[in-house]
């Protein structure tokens, strides 16, 4: 059970940004915000979290709600190279914690 | 940036015989390693938790005589499996969760490129 509900499928232009959608309407108060993303017939790549603010690096940016039961990813200018599975996971970020990786979005940049 | 690795990438072989797949964390201690297994078109699946010195810890369903892991280093673990029959080919992801936390305050952790294995 992986715990958040994404849309199993977006579509976005070249160069446009996407935009990501994330339900973890039932997250606990310590649990993380996790994005991956898979590339077809590679290993999960790790692109961003966070806990409660709005995190950016030179990836992407995920904004959070203040209510914390949803997330966005933001790819500012997605490319074709970032036609992926992405997967937005919940945990706690502790030594013992695990990602469960839910379907994911599939992400289809076209040109 | 932290790197894992996996050797071999891809592998065939025959039914009944056993394979070993090895997963290194280059740049980092890890003190925990997992092992997905990925069907095509769906996602990863947990198989194992590994950490280094101990037993793993399997995920239900997971044979664990099937399966074998072994983490006896901080940068190393192996996966076998072990009496390979058509069913258990797949696409076999390793992940390497550093030994402390990061700027993040987190542990963070990274995956392998996987391995494609096929039984014939």
């Known amino acids: 059970d992986a715990k958040t509900t994404q849309p199993p499928s977006m579509d976005c232009a070249e160069g446009r940004a996407a935009n990501l959608p994330c339900n973890h309407s039932?997250?606990?108060?310590?649990?993380?915000v996790y994005w991956y993303r898979q590339i077809h017939s590679q290993g999960p790549q790790y692109i961003i979290h966070?806990?409660?603010n709005n995190e950016t690096n030179e990836m992407a940016s995920l904004i959070i709600t203040e209510d914390r039961k949803s997330s966005t990813l933001i790819l500012p200018h997605a490319t074709l190279r970032d036609t992926a599975v992405y997967y937005c996971?919940?945990?706690?970020?502790?030594?013992?914690?695990?990602?469960?990786f839910g379907k994911g979005t599939l992400l289809t940049v076209n040109p | 940036g932290a790197v894992v690795s996996q050797h071999p990438s891809w592998v065939i072989c025959k039914s009944g015989t056993s394979v070993k797949i090895e997963c290194r964390s280059l740049?980092?201690?890890?003190?925990?390693m997992f092992w997905y297994r990925q069907f095509p078109k769906q996602s990863l699946m947990l198989m194992a938790t590994?950490?280094?010195?101990?037993?793993?810890?399997?995920e239900q369903g997971v044979e664990k005589d099937k399966f074998l892991i072994n983490h006896a280093s901080l940068t190393l673990s192996t996966l076998t499996v072990t009496s390979a029959h058509p069913e258990d080919s797949s696409f076999y992801i390793c992940?390497?969760?550093?030994?402390?936390?990061?700027?993040?305050?987190?542990?963070?952790?990274?995956f392998g490129p996987g391995t494609r294995l096929t039984v014939t």
């Open positions: 992940s390497a969760r550093a030994s402390g936390t990061g700027k993040s305050g987190v542990y963070e952790q990274y």
């Open positions: 039932t997250i606990s108060g310590n649990e993380y």
């Open positions: 966070g806990l409660k």
């Open positions: 996971i919940r945990g706690s970020g502790g030594s013992n914690y695990k990602l469960t």
């Open positions: 740049d980092f201690q890890a003190t925990t």
């Open positions: 590994s950490n280094e010195g101990s037993k793993a810890t399997y």
